[in-house]
């Protein structure tokens, strides 16, 4: 029902940007929660950042102030704008679209490293 393909991850020094795209298509964007999710080496998945059909969002404390999830319903995507990177931020980033069943992306390497 609902296909999505993540977009703009790569390497970058400490302290910089990065801006991830998730392209959704397949069904109507715009009634459907969604959000990012990360998981490093060796460690559990976890939530980023989540923004609801409404505009609600909600952040991970660990990215709180440095990152911001939106989204633009007329272009079908979801993006989560990264500042002020750390290495600690390294980890796959998956977005996923839920409304009564979630959908995955496949995933886009960022990896934040001198």
């Known amino acids: 029902q609902v296909q999505l393909v993540e977009s703009g991850g790569g390497l970058v020094q400490p302290g910089g940007s990065l801006r991830l795209s998730c392209a959704a298509s397949g069904s109507i964007f715009s009634i459907y929660n969604m959000g990012w999710y990360r998981q490093a080496p060796g460690k559990e998945r976890e939530l980023v950042a989540a923004i609801t059909s409404g505009g609600t969002t909600n952040y991970a404390n660990s990215v709180k102030g440095r990152f911001t999830i939106s989204r633009d319903n007329a272009k079908n995507t979801v993006y989560l704008r990264m500042n002020s990177l750390k290495p600690e931020d390294t980890a796959v980033y998956y977005c996923?679209?839920?409304?009564?069943?979630?959908?995955w992306g496949q995933g886009t390497q960022v990896t934040v490293s001198s």
């Open positions: 996923y679209a839920s409304l009564s069943q979630g959908y």
